[in-house]
């Protein structure tokens, strides 16, 4: 985890040449290969016999603001679901999505363009309000607040689903997390548990909420060892959650 993604980062394909250099060097390429060839591993993820052919339609935030996902993550959801990816940056969205993720990121990098993406943020508030299943973990629930105010105090309107306004740039809080369903929702069953991490140095300053679907076990969440901000049929984490973990099959 770095402090910036690699599309922030002007110097990578200098550092990318340099390990490459340091591997080649170093490390026995072939005989990993060799090792690694010595026994077929396979992942069993979820099938969708059922659906297929009528997979309905998941979009995906991504661009340099959001760009934190597990590809497992995708790859489970893909087995249910025709993934279309959209930019909020770029003031993208995406037609009869029947549920929406946005994941983490860096949007404290990008609150100019994230405030002007009027396009996508009535988008995302109007599919909320019609009870379209919306997740979003870290970047995506600071998106989805009220308000983002960075380091000199200066304030940026968000999406507006959550009236929760964040400080950008606070204590860092990082570690893994263990959360349990306070209730029935499309992430998990109740009494269920879930797991993941939380990586941020942002600070909600104001949480004017009062459901959440989660209780932190491990971790801090949002507010009062509760994660999961929920409205409507939309779910908001400060955990990043790993779904091939969870206890059931996901809902979504």
């Known amino acids: ?22 591997v080649e060097k170093y490390v026995d390429l072939d005989k990993i290969y060799e090792m690694a060839s010595d026994e077929d591993l396979e992942v069993d993820l979820p099938k969708d016999d059922e659906n297929k052919g009528l997979k309905r339609k998941m979009a995906i935030a991504y661009d340099p603001a ?26 993208e969205y995406v037609e009869d999505a029947e549920a929406i993720y946005i994941g983490g990121g860096y949007p404290e990098l ?29 970047g995506g629930l600071m998106y989805l607040s009220k308000n983002l105010i960075d380091e000199n105090n200066k304030n940026y309107n968000m999406v507006g689903i959550f009236d929760i306004d964040i400080k950008t740039k606070d204590k860092l809080t990082i570690g893994y997390t263990e959360l349990e369903a306070i ?70």
Do not use: C
């Open 183 to 252: 209730n029935e929702n499309f992430i998990a069953n109740k009494n269920s548990l879930v797991r993941g991490h939380e990586f941020h140095i942002s600070k909600p300053i104001s949480v004017n909420e009062k459901e959440f679907v989660f209780k932190v076990r491990i971790g801090k969440g949002i507010v009062d060892k509760l994660d999961g901000v929920k409205s409507n049929n939309t779910i908001a984490n400060y955990s990043h959650l790993h779904f091939s973990n969870f206890q059931q099959k996901i809902v979504f």
């Open 110 to 138: 990008h609150l100019n363009e994230l405030e002007r993406s009027i396009k996508t943020k009535s988008w995302l508030k109007n599919s909320s309000y019609s009870g379209v299943k919306i997740y979003a973990e870290y």
């Open 1 to 22: 985890m770095g402090l910036v993604t690699i599309e922030d980062n002007k110097e990578v394909q200098d550092l990318i040449r340099y390990a490459s250099e340091l």
């Open 66 to 91: 959001f760009s934190f996902y597990y590809q497992e993550n995708l790859d489970i959801l893909r087995s249910r679901y025709e993934l279309e990816f959209f930019s909020p940056l770029n003031d």
